[in-house]
Nanobody
């Protein structure tokens, strides 16, 4: 019903910046809470940030002050602006859409993208 495609990942050095995008199709973006998750090698998928349909946001403590989630409903696109990247930010980043207000758990989301790789290495 809804398709999500992430883009913008790549290889960067510590301290660098990167912006990820998530393009939605099949359904309008506006009614959904939109979240970003990431999964490092050998670890569980973890919550990164969420943007509610009403404009509210929430972030994992580890990325607060460094990452900014935003959305452009007219373009059906979600963004994640990342600055001051660290080695521990490395992983596959996924965007997701859900019906709750500010969901932070994977099971609260209904649609998922296939992910985009972010590697922070020196």
């Amino acid at each position: 019903q809804m398709q999500l495609v992430e883009s913008g990942g790549g290889l960067v050095q510590p301290g660098d910046s990167l912006t990820l995008s998530c393009a939605a199709s099949g359904r309008p973006l506006s009614p959904y809470a939109m979240g970003w998750f990431r999964q490092a090698p050998g670890k569980e998928r973890e919550f990164v940030a969420v943007s509610s349909s009403k404009g509210g946001t929430d972030y994992a403590y580890s990325v607060q002050g460094r990452f900014t989630i935003s959305r452009d409903n007219a373009k059906n696109t979600l963004y994640l602006q990342m600055v001051s990247l660290k080695h521990e930010d490395t992983g596959v980043y996924y965007c997701a859409a859900g019906g709750a207000n500010l969901p932070t758990r994977s099971y609260e989301y209904d649609y998922w993208g296939k992910g985009t790789q972010v590697t922070v290495s020196s």
